[in-house]
């Protein structure tokens, strides 16, 4: 295994274990959980630029660009998104499945007594809202997220001056 590799394996544990507190956070109520909550929140961009600081340290060349960037970051975010969704399966499955039921029931119950939906819709969604698909989809929209969080990343890395675009090196005075 490649430190890169290393490097995305061990940051995407931290990052998975980082998403799947916050996800528990959200149902502790107090200052305290929010602050914590929105700490966390910043603490992902924060552990994937240190990251990948480290990496571009350890190789040859020490600037990357903003696709290679972009794809580090995908990479951690799918570990990360993989580590987050098991937890959300396992914490709706098997330690609150009946909150899990209700909530979904009391989502169909305030959205019918809104609009007036057909009755095999609201089938179609009670079958299909499972524990399952709520880890996939929260999983997928991690995974989204890589993409515009890549390029923050690489803006920052950029203003910093660790970042090259396409074939063009700019040093720290803006000359070729």
Do not use: H
């Amino acid at each position: 295994m490649t430190f890169q590799n290393a490097r995305i394996l061990t940051c995407g544990i931290y990052l998975g274990l980082i998403i799947s507190s916050r996800f528990l956070l959200d149902f502790q109520e107090g200052f305290f959980y929010v602050l914590l909550s929105f700490v966390l929140l910043y603490a992902e961009p924060v552990l994937i630029f240190c990251t990948i600081k480290s990496v571009q340290q350890n190789e040859s060349s020490s600037e990357w660009s903003v696709g290679k960037v972009i794809r580090f970051t995908m990479k951690v975010m799918i570990v990360g998104a993989i580590i987050s969704s098991v937890v959300k399966f396992a914490y709706f499955e098997y330690a609150r499945p009946a909150f899990f039921a209700r909530t979904i029931q009391e989502s169909i119950d305030l959205l019918t007594s809104q609009v007036n939906y057909p009755q095999e819709s609201i089938d179609l969604a009670m079958r299909y809202m499972t524990s399952g698909t709520f880890a996939i989809v929260s999983g997928i929209s991690n995974l989204f997220w890589s993409i515009p969080l890549g390029a923050f990343i690489a803006y920052v890395m950029k203003q910093e001056k660790y970042i090259v675009y396409s074939d063009l090196v700019v040093n720290d005075d803006g000359e070729k």
